[in-house]
């Protein structure tokens, strides 16, 4: 094997090694107890994959198997550095983080949501992040408040 394959191969499989950052949005990291498990989790997932990847022998094959646990650990130490847990909601009274809304659009369907951290959030499982154009038109706001989203109403009709 030529030493020129030998470095054209070696750069190949360095440029595969360098993935983008995860993005982290400017907003505040705010944590449920159960957001800040799961990021203390996959940090912790991430290590062990790096751990793993790092055990190859073949050095190109260690830099394309470490490079996606290089960069989750990045982005869970920082999430975990910057999460600020927030306690459970005391009172009913009006929507905070952490509180499950059920509201009525106007065209008569009705939703309940979760408000939660960003990491957490997972409409199809019916959490919403704080930052979401919904979470921000609800917080602060009380039972049978009608609320403007864009062009539509929605009527919040229970708070948990």
């Given at each position: 094997m030529s030493v020129a394959f030998a470095k054209e191969e070696s750069a190949e499989a360095a440029a595969e090694?360098?993935?983008?950052?995860?993005?982290?949005?400017?907003?505040?990291?705010?944590?449920?107890?159960?957001?800040?498990?799961?990021?203390?989790?996959?940090?912790?997932?991430?290590?062990?994959?790096?751990?793993?990847?790092?055990?190859l022998e073949d050095v190109n094959?260690?830099?394309r198997q470490s490079a996606v646990p290089v960069r989750d650990m990045h982005y869970y130490a920082e999430r975990v550095r910057t999460a600020q847990l927030m306690p459970a909601p005391t009172s009913n009274e009006v929507i905070a983080f952490g509180h499950t809304v059920t509201f009525e659009r106007d065209d008569g369907r009705r939703q309940t949501f979760r408000i939660v951290g960003e990491d957490e959030a997972n409409p199809s499982q019916?959490?919403?992040?704080?930052?979401?154009p919904v979470a921000v038109a609800l917080i602060g706001k009380a039972v049978g408040e009608i609320v403007q989203l864009g062009q539509r109403e929605i009527e919040i009709l229970s708070i948990s």
């Open positions: 090694t360098i993935l983008p950052a995860r993005p982290i949005s400017g907003r505040i990291n705010l944590v449920t107890e159960a957001g800040l498990k799961t990021l203390r989790d996959e940090l912790v997932r991430a290590q062990q994959a790096f751990a793993t990847a790092n055990a094959e260690r830099r019916a959490s919403i992040s704080h930052g979401s």
